[in-house]
């Protein structure tokens, strides 16, 4: 890839916004990210391997478990610190951002919200410093945007619970060390459970052939009869809200993040525009090509106010789940549409790898489709302003 030169636009004065805590730990996230992100993520993505050099640097600047209290290893910042290091992270790449979603929000927040306090002791501080990667189980090959027909289950056997079963598309699992699965008992009631590698019978077959989020490592949960000792379920919550209850922390992050993958396109655009000569002017000053510039900043900068909203909504504990899917909805379907609209800007040099413009868009793809589909998340819109279920 090219030099990394990018300058984040703030349109609305955003930053006015923002307490000087929040920069210095957006700042430090950027920096970090033009670093070590930047320099190398192009080779990963084209060769669809995970860096997992950059696992300490992301602990560092504290990707893992940004609102985790600090005595349990987190960095006890607030859900914007946390938005704004997503972003920044997803300015680099998705899937860099997708490994520090799951580590957070679908392995730590639950660890945190559901676990006791012998748990949290023993996985949040190795997951806060990266000595431990974690991956998230809940979709199954048949049962994807409807969690609750989910076929693992788990059966008492006494002095422990055996696991059976089978996840797909989770990402992490080829490296992680441990899995917050989610399972069903004998009475059909889903429950989390923290399964460890090395358990007999636990394996984890990595998934290939992927457009998208080349750069984050994927696979499939294996579970073949597998003994899990009765201390590694999680006690405090239990029923599909438990699950739930992360994806909104998760889907959170990915309605900032998504901005950070639209501003590396909108600001690589606008320095090709500035810079391409056709028909002996600046591409950029064809009313065509300030057409899509426009929009793009137009719809960045209604993005990064929902967004923000959305943070002092979680910040004062109001945000609805509801509010958290309209958010990570729009923000992904504006920074797809953005790097569709900065790929054709850059004429054939778009479809290169020497831009990142069509790196983000493949990444994209998939994150308009986990953490809730487009389409589910309308649905969900469609129930909270209608109060009908258009689901089933
Ligand atoms: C790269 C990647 C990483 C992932 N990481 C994880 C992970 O770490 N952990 C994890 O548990 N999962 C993960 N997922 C899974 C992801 O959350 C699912 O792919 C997603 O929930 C959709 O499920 P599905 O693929 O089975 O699609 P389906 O549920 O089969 O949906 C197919 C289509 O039907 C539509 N549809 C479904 N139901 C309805 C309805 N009621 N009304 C209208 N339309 C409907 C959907 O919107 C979609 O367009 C990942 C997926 C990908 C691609």
């Not at 049962?143 to 696991?163: A, I």
């Not at 889903?190 to 990595?206: D, S």
């Amino acid at each position: 890839m090219s030099q990394d030169l990018f300058q984040a636009p703030d349109y609305y004065q955003l930053d006015d916004l923002l307490t000087d805590e929040h920069k210095l730990v957006r700042d430090a996230a950027r920096e970090w990210v033009k670093r070590e992100v930047s320099p190398i993520i192009e080779d990963y993505a084209q060769k669809a391997e995970f860096p997992t050099q950059i696992i300490k640097g992301l602990a560092e600047i504290g990707a893992f478990g940004p609102y985790i209290p600090e005595e349990y290893g987190g960095a006890g910042l607030d859900q914007i610190s946390y938005g704004l290091i997503m972003q920044e992270i997803e300015r680099g790449d998705s899937g860099v951002r997708s490994t520090a979603s799951v580590q957070s929000s679908l392995v730590m927040y639950p660890i945190w919200k559901y676990g006791n306090e012998a748990q949290c002791q023993k996985y949040l501080p190795k997951l806060a410093s990266g000595e431990f990667m974690g991956c998230f189980g809940l979709t199954e090959p048949d049962h994807g945007s409807n969690p609750s027909g989910m076929v693992t289950n788990f059966k008492d056997k006494g002095d422990h619970y055996l696991l059976n079963g089978a996840k797909m598309w989770i990402s992490n699992a080829p490296f992680a060390d441990i899995a917050v699965v989610w399972a069903k008992d004998e009475s059909g009631r889903i429950h989390g459970l923290v399964v460890e590698r090395g358990m007999e019978g636990f394996t984890t077959p990595t998934t290939h052939n992927k457009w998208s989020l080349r750069a984050s490592a994927t696979g499939e949960l294996i579970f073949d009869n597998v003994k899990v000792p009765k201390e590694n379920l999680l006690p405090k919550k239990s029923g599909l809200g438990a699950p739930l209850g992360c994806l909104d922390s998760a889907r959170f992050g990915i309605a900032w993040g998504a901005i950070g993958a639209a501003m590396d396109c909108y600001d690589t655009a606008l320095r090709y525009s500035k810079e391409r000569m056709q028909f002996g002017k600046p591409i950029g000053a064809f009313q065509l090509q300030q057409k899509k510039l426009a929009e793009m900043i137009t719809e960045i900068t209604k993005a990064q106010l929902l967004a923000w909203r959305l943070g002092v909504l979680r910040n004062e504990g109001k945000a609805t789940s509801a509010q958290i899917s309209m958010a990570k909805r729009n923000n992904v379907d504006m920074a797809l549409k953005i790097t569709r609209e900065a790929r054709q800007m850059l004429g054939g040099m778009g479809i290169t790898g020497e831009y990142s413009i069509m790196r983000h868009m493949m990444n994209l793809e998939s994150v308009i489709t986990y953490e809730g589909t487009h389409d589910i998340h309308l649905l969900i819109t469609g129930l909270d302003v209608t109060g009908l279920n258009a689901f089933k």
